[in-house]
């Protein structure tokens, strides 16, 4: 007899241990973020981006480009709980003369790349101290006026 009690124990543990697994997070905690920025009043451009970068040792920090002056970050890529330093940056698009010489192509070295003047201010972008919390109760719903 105790050999069958042992047996059904497991056998219930065992369906537990489904159950619980079957109920774990496939995201791992992360959570979806969301938003919208705005420069002097108005969306800020296509392709400005929104940094979040982890505050609490956090493993996960990224990157969004901003579209119609919105951005969405989905739950699979998403931030964990806590909070996060924001930074936005946005080229202005325009590319300068090659200041090593004006007969070559723009950008370092004679290439292709675009130099472009950052239009979001210093305390938006490098020196930035504005700070999100992504919670796990969410809506984690961030939008940003920048002056």
């Known amino acids: 007899m105790p050999v069958v009690v042992r047996s059904a124990t497991a056998a219930t543990l065992a369906a537990v241990a489904l159950v619980v697994a079957g109920c774990s997070d496939p995201y791992g905690s992360r ?3 969301a938003g919208t920025v705005k420069l002097k009043g108005h969306p800020i451009k296509d392709g400005a981006l929104v940094e979040f ?8 920090g990224v990157n969004a480009v901003i579209t119609g002056g919105a951005f969405s970050i989905p739950r699979q890529n998403g931030l964990k709980p806590g909070n996060y330093l924001v930074r936005v ?3 202005d698009g325009k590319t300068p003369v090659n200041p090593v010489d004006v007969d070559s192509p723009p ?3 004679g ?8 239009i979001v201010p210093p305390d938006w972008n490098r020196n930035s101290k504005q700070q999100v919390t992504v919670t796990k109760e969410g ?3 961030f ?5």
């Not at 970068?53 to 996960?60: K, S, V």
């Not at 290439?111 to 950052?118: R, Y």
């Open 31 to 33: 959570m979806e973020v």
């Open 53 to 60: 970068a982890p505050l609490e040792n956090q493993d996960t």
């Open 89 to 91: 940056t946005a080229g």
């Open 107 to 109: 950008g370092p070295g």
């Open 111 to 118: 290439g292709a790349n675009i130099i472009s003047k950052d």
């Open 139 to 141: 809506p984690n719903k």
């Open 143 to 147: 939008d940003f006026n920048i002056p």
